[in-house]
């Protein structure tokens, strides 16, 4: 079975990864982030990770605050229980993407996560669901709940996993070369959580 964290982030421990916002804490404690080595080239199947690993009560100086997070150069905007760390990583020349972003927030025992990879052609959603879903069963994870959705009129699905260890509700769309993923993870039955709701629900695309 994959570690449950690669599987969660998907982008972590790669040669070509360049950090943003150096001074924000980490995400996931060091001696578990040394084994987040999954590669990249299956990283848009990411989104399941063991609430265990984040322990309760890690708010740390994140605090509680709800703000914006914006990308006008993606164009969506979201809400976020704090300031995301951010991380970056840069394809190989061979690859068919350019750039895959992620900005990550914790509440408490929750997980926030917003991530987005540009590629060199146009995005086939369908294909992205295909690749969640793959990776799901490799990893050995039930999906308890696959949900088409309408999102600013683009279609796009929601994921749900409840595994006792590992839960979360994770919605995949595609925006012209943007592949899009709203992730939530915490507790049992996580997507009825009013914090993921507000989160997950948040999400809008910014009009041109």
Sequence with gaps: MLNALSVATGQCSLPNERM?????????????????????????????????????????????????????????????????RIRVQKADPVDNWITSTDAQVRLQNEFFDVSWTEFKDIVAVEDEYTRFRDMMTRAGYRIEEDVPLILNDLPAREFIIETGNINFVRRIMAVRKFAIGIHAMGARNVHYSPTARRFLDSFGLLRK
């Design 20 to 84: 943003i916002d150096r001074d924000q804490p980490p995400i996931a404690p060091l001696a578990l982030a040394a084994t987040m080595n999954l590669s990249r080239r299956t990283f848009l199947a990411a989104g399941a990770c063991a609430s265990s690993v984040l322990g309760p009560k890690v708010v740390g100086a994140q605090g509680s605050v709800w703000q914006e997070f914006r990308r006008d150069d993606v164009g969506f905007r979201i809400e976020m229980p704090g300031a995301p």
